[in-house]
Every structure is written in C-alpha cells, then in structure tokens.
C-alpha cells in the first residue's frame, strides 16, 4: 500500500504545538502503517515545501511545447509533474484541509491546481468530463475554530467532494474537528469526535 500525506495548513507541526490538521493526518497514517505490513508513506507538507500559485509564468510554462520550454518552465512543469505521479501511484490518499476564511487554505488550492491537469488526472470525451485518478481510498481531515458540520457555511466538503471527484477520487472520507478555537472545552470535544471518526474508519467503534 503507498500513502500519500499532503498537509495542507499554513502551519507546521512542532513540540506538539502547531498545526492540529497534521498531528491528526500523523494519526490517521500511522493506522494504516499498522494495518498494512509494507505499507509506503510519502509525506507532502505543504507548509514547508508550497506549491506556487497558477499565475501568467506558470500558465506560459503549462501551455508552452516540451521542446519549446525554457529551463525555469520546464522547472515549474517538472515540480507539477512530481506531485501529480505522487498521487497517481498513491493508493491512499490523507488530505488535510484546515478551514481558513470558510474555504480551504491557499496552500490546498494550489496543490489543487497543480495535480488537476487536462489529460493527465482527467479527461473531456463524449459523456463529458473523466477523472483518470481511479481506485483510491482519500481519508480528508478538516480542522475548524467554529463548528460548520453539515452548514450551508462547509464550504470545504462540497468543494473538496466536487473537485476530487471531477478527478476520479469519489471514495473520499472526511474527519471533522471543529470548535477548536471555542474555548478549552469545545477544542478538547472536537478533538475528541475528530479521533472517534479516526477509529471508526478502522472499524474500531461506530459513529451515529
Ligand atoms: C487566518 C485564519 C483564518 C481562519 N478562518 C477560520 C474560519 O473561517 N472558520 C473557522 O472555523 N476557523 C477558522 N480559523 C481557525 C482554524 O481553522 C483553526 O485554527 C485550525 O486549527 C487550523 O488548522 P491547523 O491547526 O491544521 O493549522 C482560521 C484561522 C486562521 C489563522
């Protein structure tokens, strides 16, 4: 089994400060690694290596001929390339997608945009669009100061469900901690459902 992390928060985890994302994402990998006698883990944190945004240089490196390239252009598609032969030879994908601004951070975006390429990870034929990113298991864990389960206002599931399916990813779970900056309280409640989700992924105890 290969497993792919991708930590998403603009932060970093360290000293058991930090990002509260990867601590969980850390948790939910290290389930499958007992689980899975071999199992690979390739470890992608955004925080630390980002993704640069599309912008007019990326977008001329994107549409420009292999042959045609520049070296920063075929750099920049390079990098791009690299992310997206991760995730095809992913067979388990844990996605974090800490809530900023009620949308994902900039950081999830533009891994977003770099791995959703045309001919690559999806297609356009008669029956409209294809995702070619089949037969993978996405494991997302979104953290959240505020409570938005099931809220008009969780714009983060719809997106991600939306834009991971338009790639062909439609076995996607999502583990929820919210409430996170509500207090010592409600933080240790959110934590506390978030790692009950965790094990009732591994069929450890069932949710309602
Ligand atoms: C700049 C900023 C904006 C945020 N916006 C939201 C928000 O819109 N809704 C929310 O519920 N939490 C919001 N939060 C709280 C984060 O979701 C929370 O801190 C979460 O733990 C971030 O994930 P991380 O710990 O993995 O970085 C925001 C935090 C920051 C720093």
New binding site residues.
């Given amino acids: 089994m290969n497993i792919l992390q991708i930590?998403?928060?603009?932060?970093r985890?360290h000293e058991g400060q930090?990002?509260?994302?990867?601590?969980?994402a850390n948790e939910v990998v290290a389930e499958l690694v007992a689980r899975n006698a071999g199992a690979t883990t390739v470890v992608h944190d955004l925080a630390v290596r980002p993704v640069p945004p599309i912008d007019e240089a990326t977008l001329g490196a994107l549409f420009t001929p292999a042959d045609a390239r520049t070296q920063p252009q075929a750099d920049r598609v390079a990098f791009n390339d690299q992310l997206i032969a991760e995730l095809k030879s992913a067979d388990v994908i844990v996605l974090?997608a800490?809530?900023?601004?009620?949308?994902v951070?900039s950081q999830l975006k533009n891994w977003i945009d770099a791995v959703a390429r045309a001919g690559a990870t999806f297609k356009y034929g008669a029956n409209g669009p294809e995702g070619l990113v089949t037969g993978k298991r996405v494991i997302v864990?979104s953290?959240?100061?505020?409570?938005?389960r099931d809220q008009p206002?969780d714009s983060i599931v719809p997106y991600l469900r939306q834009t991971l399916g338009f790639l062909g990813m439609t076995d996607v779970k999502f583990v929820l901690?919210?409430g996170?900056?509500m207090g010592e309280e409600a933080a240790a409640k959110g934590l506390a459902t978030a790692r009950e989700e965790i094990a009732a992924l591994f069929g450890e105890t069932q949710t309602a």
């Fill in positions: 930590n998403s928060s603009a932060r985890l930090g990002s509260v994302s990867t601590l969980l974090t800490p809530m900023i601004n009620f949308g951070t864990v953290t959240r100061g505020g409570i938005y206002a901690a919210e996170l900056n």
